[in-house]
C-alpha cells in the first residue's frame, strides 16, 4: 500500500476515535479528491475505528457518548463516499439490508438507535422504523424490503411478548424461512430468542454487529 | 393534608442508625396490572388504592421511609404521554397517598427520576430545560410537605447535578441522590462513562446530604460497589440495589433472587458502609420485611463514616 494512502488511512481510523465529524467530512471529500477506493477508506479507515471503539467499550475505556460520536463520524464520512460508490457502477456492491426498531407498546429509543447506527456505520443498509412498532408494520415492512435480518428491541418485559406476534406473522406469510431474526435490549437473553422462534439474541450494539457481519459471510479482510 | 409532626430530621436518624428505604413501585403496579406505555404515576390519580396499598405494606413491613409514587412526574418526561398539564395534581395525590399509608413517624420521599432525555452528544436535550422541568417538580414535592427528596436512577452526572440544582434553588430538605452505576472492567461507571468518586464530590457540592446508586446491580454486585463508595465521599450512602436480573419464564417477568438472599446480601452492604438500604426493581414487601428482620439485629449506634 502506498505511504500516503495507508497514512491517509491511519488519519481517518483516528478521525473515527476522537468522533470528528468535521474532519470526516473533510477527509471523505480528500480521498474522492485523490482517488481512493471508497470502500478501503470506509473498511481499513472508518469501519476499523468505529469498530475500536466497540472494543474499547466493551472493555469499559470509553462510554456511550464516545461512541455514539465516532459512529456518527463514519456515517457522516460514507454518506459522501457512497455518492461515489452509487455514481460508479464498476465498485457497486449490495449492502445486506437489516430492519430495525422497538417493538410496540415501548417507546424506548436509545439502546435501538445506538444499534442501528453501529450497524450503518460497518456498511449494512439499515432501515429504522422507530419505537412502538407493530408486529403488523414489521412484517409488511420485511415484505417490501426483503432484508437479511430483521432486528426487535425491547426493554419492557411486559411490552416484550409482542415480539412472539413478529414471528408468528412472519410465519403466517411464508417469510420466516428467508430472513434471520434478532432481539434485544435489557430483558432479552439467549433463552428468550430461543423461546419465541429467534434467530438470535444481541447482547449489545457491538455483539449485534458481530452476528449480523458473520451471517453475511462479511468478514473483515486482514492487512 | 400535612400534618404538623416533631420528629428528627431523617439525616439525624441516619447517624443513630442504619435507615430502611422501600422496594420498588414500578414492577409493583405492574403486577397489579399497569399496561406498559400507561405512566406509572396516573394510577395516583386513577387507582390511588392500589398505590396506597403498597405503600401501606412497605411502612408495615419495616420500611422507615417511603417513596412517592413520582419517579416519572416531571414536566419533560410526563409530556411525552401528554400529561405534563396533570404535573402538579399528580405529584401532590401520590404525597398525600404516602402519608395515609404510612404512620406519621415515618419519611416521605418525594422520588425524582430522570426525564429520559439524553443530553449531547448521545441525545439533543438542553440542560436548562432539564433544569426547570426538576425544579418546578421539587417545588410541588415541597409544597405537599414531603420529609426529604430522593432522586434515583441517573445515568448522565450533568442531569443528576441539575436536579440536585433544581431541588436547592427551591428546598432545603434532606436530599438524597442516586446515580445508576454498570460494572465494567475497570470499575463502576454510568453509560455515560460518570466515575464513582468524581461524581459525588460533584453531586456534593451541588448540594446533595446523601450519595449512593441504585437500579441495574444485583445486591451481589452492590456489595462491591458500596465498599468502593464508601472510600469515595465522606457524606453518608445510600443503596438499593434490584433483585437480581428479570428472566422470563413462560411469558412471565420473573427475579430470582429470594429476599433472605437479598437480605444478606444487604447486611453485608451495611457492614461495607452503607447508611441506607433499600431495594430496587423486582423488590416486594416481602424483601422489605426480610431487612426488617435482620436489620433489627444489625442497626447500629452510629452509621459507619458520618
Given amino acids: 500500500m502506498e505511504k500516503n494512502l495507508k497514512l491517509f488511512l491511519e488519519k481517518t481510523y483516528n478521525t473515527v476515535l476522537e ?144 415480539e412472539v406476534k413478529v414471528i408468528e406473522g412472519l410465519r403466517k406469510t411464508g417469510l420466516r424461512g428467508k430472513i434471520k431474526v434478532m432481539v434485544g435490549g435489557a430483558p432479552a437473553s439467549q433463552e428468550w430468542a430461543k423461546e419465541i422462534g429467534a434467530d438470535f439474541y444481541g447482547e449489545n450494539a457491538i455483539s449485534a454487529v458481530r452476528i449480523t457481519q458473520k451471517e453475511s459471510g462479511y468478514e473483515k479482510k486482514g492487512g | 393534608m400535612k400534618r404538623k409532626v416533631d420528629k428528627k430530621s431523617v439525616l439525624e436518624l441516619g447517624k443513630e442508625r442504619v435507615v430502611l428505604f422501600d422496594g420498588a413501585m414500578g414492577t409493583m403496579l405492574f403486577s397489579y396490572g399497569l399496561q406498559f406505555n400507561e405512566p406509572p404515576e396516573l394510577w395516583n390519580l386513577l387507582q390511588p388504592e392500589i398505590v396506597y396499598k403498597i405503600h401501606h405494606r412497605y411502612a408495615w413491613t419495616g420500611a422507615d421511609v417511603i ?42 420521599a418525594g422520588n425524582i427520576g ?74 463502576y461507571f454510568t453509560i455515560m462513562g460518570d466515575e464513582v ?27 462491591d460497589l458500596v465498599s468502593i463508595m464508601r472510600k469515595c465521599t465522606d457524606l453518608p450512602i445510600i443503596a438499593q440495589p434490584n433483585a437480581g436480573k428479570p428472566k422470563i419464564i413462560k411469558g412471565k417477568t420473573v427475579y430470582l433472587q429470594t429476599p433472605t438472599l437479598f437480605a444478606e446480601d444487604i447486611t453485608e452492604m451495611v457492614k461495607s458502609g452503607a447508611n441506607y438500604v433499600g431495594g430496587c426493581c423486582g423488590t416486594t414487601p416481602g424483601f422489605t420485611k426480610v431487612i426488617n428482620e435482620k436489620m433489627n439485629k444489625l442497626r447500629i449506634k452510629k452509621g459507619p463514616g458520618v
Fill in chain 2, 197 to 223: 468518586k468524581s461524581s459525588f464530590r460533584k453531586l456534593k457540592e451541588a448540594g446533595a446530604d446523601v450519595v449512593g446508586a441504585n437500579c441495574t446491580l444485583g445486591s451481589q454486585e452492590m456489595i
Fill in chain 1, 19 to 162: 468522533g470528528n465529524k468535521e474532519e470526516a467530512v473533510r477527509l471523505a471529500r480528500e480521498a474522492l479528491r485523490s482517488g481512493y477506493d471508497p470502500y478501503l477508506v470506509i473498511d481499513k479507515g472508518l469501519v476499523r475505528g468505529v469498530q475500536e471503539l466497540g472494543k474499547l467499550w466493551e472493555e469499559g475505556s470509553c462510554f456511550l457518548p464516545e461512541l455514539v460520536l465516532g459512529a456518527e463520524t463514519v456515517k457522516t464520512g460514507i454518506s459522501i463516499l457512497q455518492k461515489r460508490i452509487l455514481k460508479d457502477k464498476s465498485i457497486k456492491r449490495s449492502l445486506p439490508k437489516i430492519i430495525i426498531g422497538t417493538i410496540e407498546g415501548d417507546i424506548h429509543d436509545i439502546g435501538k438507535m445506538l444499534v442501528a447506527t453501529m450497524l450503518s456505520a460497518n456498511g449494512f443498509e439499515v432501515i429504522d422504523l422507530g419505537v412502538d412498532v407493530k408486529a403488523e408494520v414489521f412484517v409488511k415492512m420485511t415484505e417490501k424490503h426483503r432484508p437479511r435480518f430483521l432486528c426487535i428491541s425491547s426493554l419492557l418485559t411486559t411490552t416484550m411478548q409482542n
Fill in chain 2, 114 to 187: 430522570p426525564t429520559g432525555e439524553f443530553l449531547e452528544p448521545v441525545g439533543k436535550a438542553e440542560l436548562k430545560v432539564l433544569k426547570k422541568a426538576f425544579k418546578e417538580q421539587a417545588r410541588i414535592l415541597v409544597s405537599g410537605g414531603v420529609d426529604l427528596i430522593s432522586i434515583e436512577t441517573m445515568y448522565d452526572l450533568r442531569e443528576a447535578i441539575a436536579a440536585v440544582e433544581g431541588v436547592r434553588e427551591v428546598a432545603s430538605v434532606p436530599l438524597f441522590v442516586c446515580m445508576t452505576f454498570e460494572k465494567k472492567p475497570k470499575g
Fill in chain 2, 67 to 108: 417513596q412517592t409514587n413520582t419517579f416519572g412526574a416531571n414536566g419533560v418526561k410526563l409530556k411525552k404521554s401528554g400529561y405534563e398539564k396533570k404535573m402538579e395534581e399528580i405529584n401532590l395525590a401520590a404525597i398525600s397517598i404516602a402519608r395515609e399509608a404510612c404512620p406519621v413517624k415515618k419519611y416521605v
